[in-house]
């Protein structure tokens, strides 16, 4: 699912539809609550949370929690168990609202005042959300220290409305039984995309000139992600200086499609012949090894848990660290309504507070969403790196840049050149002017601007 391209269209649709909120009371179903020292530990790093206080001074309250996502699959639903647990008088009312009605809901309940207290966020719809949600009641100073991406968040102010709780990217993901059968063993995974090659080259299987077996794969929604990740590598912004244009028809871009296309074409490790869907090329043990991130681990899990798959890191250009070696996105603590009551807003800024400082926050959102912790304090935690997802990303972390919430063309206008370079014969030159001149297009009405200024080691882009 494209999530940029959804949350555009619900723009739309929020202008012209309205919406009855669903209603969160200030009275809750509770008892009250008198104990204020509940003989538990003050829990967190910088970012500190001391559960031994009352909250709502101990009356009943009833906020709700809208969310896409199930239990088992937002991690907020685990939190909202062990803060009522805490505090008797509070309940936060999970509901569940199906991601297509999501974007269009959401905004129009937030708009009265009778909207959830609390709202899963997701970056790519920031500007649905971002007019009505609080700002977070923390020391950004303290959200620096605690969590490593939470400065890309600030606005103008120094202010954050939410920030990431955990992080992904791109890996290579290898059949283990394929590479075995090749007779490769650890020792042959590949830190450049030249020693990559010569793997994928032993993967790949033909029989009377047809391919049986790809080497590697990337047919399908692989491209829109992985062109990213191999311009950062050589420098290449995705954005111009100001933030505001697309920045695909350039030269690095150009070397990058034409490396691809050699990949299948002069190395002959895959096919565009070879089905339009890699994922299930992988899944179903045709495909020895696909570019993808973390969702990938999930999707494994539940559709082909057969598959004794392992991780490594995306190969590099050269030896040397790479100006980036990837783009990352991060997936979103919780928002808080601006227009709920001063009561409601004060307890769900208390348990924005708790699951921050809360390291089991972050676990399980490690653990459900196959993501790198953001929190600094868990980026080296033995249980969380025993994930191979994870200790291919641990090394990294501090090279991996987020453009922003970037705009849906960034990835439709992207595929759609590979389509037509891949598919349809087109030359890389012209298929690159295509899609640039779409992206102008579909960006000339955009307030997007780039968060690219912000990473760390920008001054090195090209």
Known sequence: MNLKKVCSAAIATVNILSLAACGSGNTGTGTTDTNA???LDVMGQTIQYDPNHLVNNGKPIQLEYWSWGSKGVDPVYAMIEKYQEIYPNVTIKPVNVAWDDYWTKLPLALKGKN????????????????PYAADYDIDTAALEADYSTADVHEDDN???????????????????TLWSEAGLTDDDIPTTWDEFI??????????????????FNFNGDAYSAIYQGLNYQKGELLFSADGKKANYDNATTKENMQFLQDLYNKYKVGSVDFGNDYTQSFGNGQTAMIYAWGHMGGTLKEKYPDIDYGVFATPTFTKDTPFAYDRYNGESTPG???????????????????????????????AELNSFPAKVSLQKDEDILSNP?????????????WPGPAPATVETSGKAAFENVFQNGMSIDKALKEAQSQMDT?????????????????????
């Open 37 to 39: 020292d509940k003989g």
């Open 115 to 130: 909207g959830p207290a609390l709202f899963n966020v997701h970056n790519s719809c920031d500007s649905l959300i971002r």
């Open 158 to 176: 120094g202010k954050v409305k939410y920030i990431d709780s955990v992080i992904s990217t791109g890996s290579i993901y290898y059949n283990k």
């Open 198 to 215: 010569k793997v994928a080259q032993k993967l790949t299987k033909t029989d009377g000139g047809k391919m049986t077996q790809a080497g």
């Open 336 to 366: 808080v309504n601006g227009n709920q009551t001063k009561e409601q807003q004060a307890v769900a800024q208390d348990f924005i507070k708790f699951i921050l400082a809360n390291d089991d926050y972050i676990r399980v959102a490690a």
């Open 389 to 401: 997802i994870m200790a291919a990303l641990q090394p990294r972390v501090d090279r991996l840049i």
């Open 442 to 462: 579909d960006m000339k009405s955009s307030d997007f601007q780039s968060m690219e200024s912000k990473y760390a080691f920008y001054d090195e882009h090209k």
